[in-house]
């Protein structure tokens, strides 16, 4: 069986990337599909469905690859020519779907793929090749608008596929012509020599397709952008002493291998400190978290869930805590509350006060156990135990603010 293409046959290397391709989407677009739509409530469906979406991303990139050879190949081929050129709606129509087809094995893989660089978290690539890509940021919005073109170019090859299926059948069962068979192995030429390739307009038209379809799943990720969950408690402002003018409250877990970093964006703490104080207790601090104001990569809904933070019964965490200062470090000593949890922290921080300017840094390690985070998952390697928690802040004297 000759390697290359010829006019009226298809060689072996051109058959063999097309039938390994044809298995590996066959395979993807299930899995696709099955990943996404399974629950995860417990900890053995999350392990699942995280094990089904990195072998369907492995897979996926893998496809990337070997289209990208496979593309590379055909322009080095001639294009066998169609069997019944006199046929021209038929001809374009097929055209057409060949090129929505080399296309999608390309933006397909790559949108999936851009979207995971730009999530931190869940299901990682197999491949050791590394969860980034360069000029991906980490960003929910161009994960959101990925993630959104990925579906839709699903959908356009899932068409374009149906289409192409269909006229394979129909040559091959209605016509009873040597299409289908001059693509399977074995030397198989055309019956009748076939015409001439008019490729532009079906490649421009493919084009426009791909467009149309990009443009409309990058505004569906845009406008889907915005949390469609419960909105998070807003806590009130609070006066204190000491004035938080602004700061970081910032938490990392590590699932499935990878670290994923994310901060809650409303969080208030009622702070009175006597710098003047040199041993003993200086002051005191009441620090409300809203549960729901976490940003967590792709694991934000995941994190809010009943058998993890639990934000509906749950919206808000608390610490109270008392300052006391030795002369060498300044400790806050006391209670954090996440659920219905109260575990004692003792929170060692740096602290530089300049004039009215304090600004105080501190980082502590927790473990999820304590406070009922994840209880179903009692193995490391889906979701760590320890959890790393970094604080920092500005904060005026309230007497120099008035
Ligand atoms: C040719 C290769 C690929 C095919 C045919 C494919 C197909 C699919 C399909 C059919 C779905 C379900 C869409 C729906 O629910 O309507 C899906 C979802 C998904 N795929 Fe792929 N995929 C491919 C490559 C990749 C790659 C390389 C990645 C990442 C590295 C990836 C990541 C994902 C993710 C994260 C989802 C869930 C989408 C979301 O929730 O926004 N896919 N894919
Ligand atoms: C079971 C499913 C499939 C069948 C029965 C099938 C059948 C065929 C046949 C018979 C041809 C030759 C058409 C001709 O001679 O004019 C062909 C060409 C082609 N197929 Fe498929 N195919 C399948 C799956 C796929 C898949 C999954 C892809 C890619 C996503 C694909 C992409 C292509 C392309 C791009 C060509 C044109 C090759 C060229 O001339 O450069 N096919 N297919």
Request: hydrophobic letters at 45%.
């Amino acid at each position: 069986m000759p390697l290359t293409n010829a006019e009226d046959r298809y060689g072996s290397v051109t058959k063999t990337f097309h039938w390994l391709i044809a298995l590996l989407i066959l395979t993807l677009i299930p899995l696709g599909l099955i990943a996404n739509d399974m629950a995860y409530d417990t900890a053995e469906q999350l392990a699942t469905k995280a094990w089904l979406f990195s072998l369907h991303k492995t897979l996926g990139i893998t496809v990337f690859f070997v289209a990208l050879a496979r593309i590379l190949w055909a322009l080095t081929q001639t294009k066998p020519a169609s069997l019944h050129p006199e046929r021209k709606l038929e001809t374009f129509a097929a055209e057409t779907v060949h090129w929505l087809l080399y296309a999608s094995l390309v933006i397909v893989p790559l949108s999936g793929w851009i979207h995971h660089a730009a999530t931190s978290g869940f299901a990682p690539i197999w491949w050791p090749i590394g969860q980034d890509l360069p000029l991906v940021p980490k960003s929910d919005a161009v994960a959101g608008a990925f993630g959104a073109m990925h579906v839709i170019a699903t959908n356009v090859l899932e068409a374009s596929l149906a289409l192409h299926v269909l006229g394979a059948l129909k040559h091959h069962f209605i016509d009873r012509d040597s299409t289908l068979r001059r693509m399977w192995f074995g030397t198989t030429t055309a019956t009748t020599p076939g015409g001439t390739h008019n490729m532009r307009r079906p490649a421009i038209t493919a084009a426009v397709i791909w467009a149309v379809a990009i443009a409309f799943g990058a505004g569906l990720g845009m406008s889907g952008a915005e949390n469609d969950g419960p909105a998070p408690t807003a806590l009130a402002e609070v006066q204190s002493d000491w004035q938080v003018q602004n700061g970081t409250l910032s938490i990392t877990v590590n699932q499935f291998g990878s670290d994923v970093t994310g901060s809650f964006a409303d969080w208030t703490a009622d702070i009175t400190f006597d710098e003047t104080v040199q041993n003993g207790v200086a002051g005191a601090v009441e620090a409300t978290i809203s549960i729901g104001s976490l940003t967590l990569g792709s694991v934000t809904d995941q994190a809010m869930g009943p058998d993890f933070f639990n934000v509906e019964e749950f919206p808000t965490a608390s610490y109270s805590a008392e300052i006391a200062t030795t002369t060498d470090r300044t400790t806050a000593n006391g209670t954090l509350t996440i659920k219905d949890q109260s575990v004692p922290l003792e929170l060692p921080f740096d602290l530089a006060i300049d004039g009215d300017t304090a600004t105080m840094k501190a980082t502590t390690t927790l473990d999820r156990r304590d406070f009922n985070i994840g209880d179903n998952m009692n193995d490391e390697g889906s979701l760590k135990f320890p959890v790393t928690v970094q604080i920092e802040l500005t904060a005026t004297r309230a007497a120099a603010t008035n």
